[in-house]
C-alpha cells in the first residue's frame, strides 16, 4: 500500500489545477525487472498484439555531409585533439541549421519555421562517444542529421568518418559520434516566465591581476601542440593546487587580437577540453614516473550557460577550473567549470560560462604514435 499524501502535496505553487493519473483499484504496479524484460523481435516488425502494425518505419529525417580537413597543430601527438573536434562537429551543426532555413533546404517547413531554426545559434549541451582515432593531417566527413527540430530546441546527430584505405573495397571509419541541442538562449529563456537563480562559484576565483603567464616546456609543446594555441596565467597556488588533482588558470587565445575575436559558444567544445591532465601530478607524485603519458578521451560533454556581453566580440579572458578525483584502473575522470566576468576582461563580476566532464583512459605516450589498428585504441 502507498501511503497517502496530504491534499496540499499534488497542488501545483500557481494553484493551477493539474490533472493527476489514476488508477483502478486492482492496478498491478510493477517492478523494476517487469518494466525492463525485454523480447527479441525476429524481423524489424512489432508484434502482432500490438496496436501498431506492419513493419517498423522512421520518419525521414533531414541530413547534410560535410568534408572538413583535420591539420596536424591541433593535436595531442598525433590524433587530433577530441576538444577541438567537437567545436568542428559544433560548427557543422550550425552550418546545418543555416541551410535547413534558406529557401533551398527543407521545401517541406514553412518559412517561419525556416527562420526559427536559423536562430538557433547557440549550442546549448554537446554528448560526444570517441571511437576510434581519427588520423590528422587528412580529410574527413561528417554527417549532420536532425533527429529533433522545434521552435525552441533542435537536436542533432553528428558523427565523423575517415576513410581507411589499407581495406578493399574502401570503407569509412566512425571515429566520433554524439548529439549537440542548439537553441537562442535570449529568445528561450524570456525572464518574464522563466525563472532565474544564479549561484556565486564555489571557489574564490583568483584575480586576473594576480595571475602570471605560465611558460610551457618545449616537450610540452611539442607533444600538445595544441597549447600553443592558448596563452596560460596562473595564480600562485597553481602547483599546489595541481598535486590535489585541481588546475586553476586564465586563458585567451594566443593569437588575440591579431587575427581573430575573443572566446565564441562555438569554441567551448575546445576550451573544456584544453587543460594540462590533472591526474598527471597525481600520478608523479606517487611513483609513476614523468614520462609521457597521453590521455584519449571515451566520452566527452559540455553545457552552455552563458552568453558573452557581445557575440561578435565574445570573451577576451575566461577562468577554467578543473579538477579529478583521481585515477582509477587507468581512468581518469575530469569535471570543468569555465567562468567570465561581465565586461570579457576578467573583471568585474564572474558568471558560469559553461561545464564539462569527461571520462579518459591514462595510456603510454606510444599508443598515440600507433597506427589505427582496427577498432583498438
Not at 537553441?183 to 537563480?197: A, F, G, K, R
Not at 577576451?316 to 566576468?341: A, K
Request: hydrophobic fraction near 35%.
Amino acid at each position: 500500500m502507498y501511503p497517502q499524501m496530504p491534499d496540499t502535496a499534488t497542488k501545483p505553487p500557481s494553484g493551477a489545477q493539474i490533472q493527476l493519473p489514476t488508477f483502478p483499484l486492482d492496478f498491478h504496479f510493477s517492478t523494476l525487472d517487469e518494466a525492463c524484460k525485454l523480447t527479441i523481435l525476429p524481423s524489424p516488425r512489432p508484434p502482432s498484439t500490438y496496436i501498431t502494425s506492419g513493419p517498423l518505419t522512421l520518419p525521414h529525417l533531414p541530413t547534410a555531409y560535410f568534408t572538413a580537413f583535420l591539420p596536424k597543430d591541433w593535436c595531442i601527438g598525433f590524433v587530433p585533439h577530441g576538444g577541438y573536434l567537437s567545436s568542428l562537429l559544433t560548427q557543422a551543426g550550425l552550418e546545418f541549421l543555416r541551410l535547413l532555413g534558406t529557401e533551398s533546404w527543407g521545401t517541406t517547413l514553412t518559412p517561419s519555421f525556416r527562420t526559427t531554426l536559423s536562430q538557433h545559434i547557440h549550442p546549448l549541451k554537446l554528448q560526444m562517444e570517441f571511437l576510434r582515432r581519427a588520423l590528422s593531417d587528412s580529410a574527413c566527413t561528417i554527417r549532420v542529421q536532425a533527429t529533433k527540430l522545434g521552435t525552441s530546441y533542435s537536436v542533432l546527430s553528428l558523427s565523423l568518418y575517415q576513410l581507411v584505405h589499407s581495406t578493399t573495397p574502401l570503407i569509412h571509419h566512425e571515429c566520433c559520434t554524439g548529439y549537440i541541442t542548439y537553441t537562442n538562449i535570449p529568445l528561450s529563456e524570456p525572464l518574464d516566465t522563466n525563472p532565474t537563480v544564479l549561484l556565486p562559484p564555489e571557489h574564490p576565483i583568483p584575480p586576473l591581476s594576480h595571475c602570471t603567464p605560465a611558460t610551457p616546456s618545449r616537450k610540452t609543446t611539442l607533444w600538445r601542440v595544441c597549447f600553443t594555441k592558448i596563452t596560460y596565467h596562473i595564480p600562485p597556488t597553481f602547483t599546489q593546487n595541481r598535486q590535489l588533482g585541481i588546475i586553476e588558470h586564465w586563458v585567451r587565445w594566443a593569437d588575440y587580437p591579431q587575427r581573430r575575436v575573443g572566446f565564441l559558444p562555438r569554441d567551448m567544445g575546445f576550451i573544456c577540453d584544453m587543460f594540462s591532465p590533472p591526474g598527471e601530478a597525481l600520478l608523479v607524485a606517487n611513483g609513476y614516473g614523468n614520462g609521457t603519458r597521453w590521455y584519449p578521451t571515451l566520452g566527452y560533454e559540455f553545457e552552455l550557460k552563458s552568453l558573452p556581453r557581445d557575440e561578435e566580440v565574445g570573451w577576451e579572458w575566461l577562468f577554467m577550473r578543473v579538477e579529478t578525483r583521481g585515477v582509477r584502473g587507468g581512468r581518469l575522470d575530469v569535471r570543468v567549470q569555465v567562468w567570465g566576468s561581465e565586461d570579457g576582461k576578467g573583471e568585474g563580476e564572474m558568471r558560469l560560462v559553461a561545464r564539462g566532464s569527461q571520462v579518459c583512459l591514462v595510456v603510454p605516450g606510444e599508443k598515440n604514435v600507433k597506427g589505427r589498428g582496427g577498432s583498438k585504441l
